[in-house]
């Protein structure tokens, strides 16, 4: 289950069942931590670092028709935004012109999935998103970050 701030429900990516969070864990009644590196976290951080940026967000909480989509690629296209904050509907989706760096934020994670394919399908994905935005781009930068966390030593 992944919390929506937006809507402040826990929905399963899976099978799209949401309920209302808990303020406590149902089987050990512990305090509930929500943290993580979501896009709405990240569109918060880019705020902080740049104020005067205008950033728009694609994924599935803000895009729900294709009337969006078009907005955000028409201001996109127009130089009305700065930064383009996406999930991997941006990688699927449309080509936006005046892309002059790609960041693909832990990339790496697909890497730990139960599929003795994960290996070949990052590169694949993080390729084609390379290959796809490398025609429209004004340098030769692309970046990659990735970030392991160490589990805890049982």
Known sequence: MVFHRA??????HYCQHTASLPERCPACE????????GIQR???ELARKFPDARVARIDSDTMTSQKQF??????YSAGELDILLGTQMVAKGLDFPRVSLVGVLSADTSLSLP???SSERTFLSTSRILRKYSRFSCSEDSAFAAR??????T
């Not at 078009?70 to 201001?75: H, M, N, T």
């Not at 392991?148 to 030593?153: D, I, L, T």
């Open 7 to 12: 809507t402040e429900m826990v929905m399963c």
């Open 42 to 44: 990240i569109q918060g």
């Open 148 to 153: 392991r966390c160490r589990q805890k030593p």
């Open 30 to 37: 512990g305090k509930l931590l929500l943290f993580g590196m």
């Open 115 to 117: 599929d003795f394919r």
């Open 70 to 75: 078009q907005k955000v690629f028409d201001a």
